[in-house]
Every structure is written in structure tokens, then in C-alpha cells.
């Protein structure tokens, strides 16, 4: 819904319609208004196994 606030706003232009009806806002120009929020010091945690000692080989590669 923000999005359309901000058209109703005129913050933004009205976006392009697709033959469907739906919007397609430019990308650049959301980038230039929204907020920005500070980056993320969250870890990403990977869990990877194999089913068979055969597959160690694979388990590496998926390191």
C-alpha cells in the first residue's frame, strides 16, 4: 500500500500498467525516495549432509 500512497502522494509518478492491470513502478526511482535502512548484522548459517560416505566428496563441494 505504500506504494500507492505515495502515487496518491505525488511523490511518484503513476506507474506503467501491464496488459493485466498491474503496476510496474521504475525501480531507480523508488530507490531515490524510500528509505534506507541500515545494514543487517545478522549471520547467514548453512546447514549441508550427504546420505551415504560415498557422497563426502559431494558434501565438500557443497562447502
Not at 506504494?3 to 503513476?14: A, K, N, S, V
Not at 525516495?33 to 546447514?47: D, G
Amino acid at each position: 500500500m505504500t506504494l500507492r500512497r505515495w502515487e496518491t502522494e505525488g511523490r511518484i509518478d503513476p506507474p506503467l500498467r501491464t496488459p493485466g492491470g498491474r503496476r510496474r513502478y521504475d525501480l531507480a526511482k523508488l530507490r531515490a525516495i524510500a528509505p534506507h535502512k541500515a545494514p543487517s548484522t545478522r549471520a547467514t548459517i548453512a546447514y549441508a549432509r550427504v546420505s551415504t560416505s560415498g557422497q563426502k566428496d559431494d558434501l565438500v563441494r557443497q562447502v
